[in-house]
């Protein structure tokens, strides 16, 4: 199970740290993505961390402002968003996978297995 929060409303420019709360899961092979459905819009991979060969993906549009990283030992992913604007308002959902290669990454339909999403508002 993945459980997402640390979503809310902030100005344009603030900054949120999203946690996403993971159990259930035993195995150092794994990917934890996180990807956002802006409202009217496709559901998009934003950031991901595979654990193996600590890789990661950030998406173009994120790039520079937008970090993940993992603690393992709280069972607990981050993604920190800097430099919010409004464009990033969208619902954030963390996804968990296998181990995949960058290339794979940002695709959802490799994740199996899905948190409930939390609300990014960033307001003009």
């Known amino acids: 199970q993945l459980q997402a929060s640390g979503g809310g409303l902030v100005q344009a420019g603030g900054s949120l740290t999203l946690s996403c709360r993971a159990s259930?899961?035993?195995?150092?092979?794994?990917?934890i993505g996180w990807f956002r459905r802006a409202p009217g819009k496709e559901r998009i991979g934003v950031a991901c961390f595979q654990h193996r060969d600590r890789t990661t993906y950030i998406a173009t549009s994120v790039r520079g402002r937008f970090s993940i990283s993992a603690d393992s030992t709280r069972n607990t992913a981050y993604l920190q968003m800097n430099n919010l604007k409004p464009e990033d308002t969208a619902v954030y959902y963390c996804?968990?996978?296998?181990?995949?290669?960058?290339?794979?990454?940002?695709?959802?339909?490799?994740?199996?297995?899905w948190g409930q999403g939390t609300q990014v508002t960033v307001s003009s």
């Open positions: 259930g899961f035993t195995s150092a092979d794994y990917t």
């Open positions: 996804a968990g996978a296998g181990r995949l290669i960058v290339s794979s990454m940002y695709n959802e339909r490799n994740y199996r297995h």
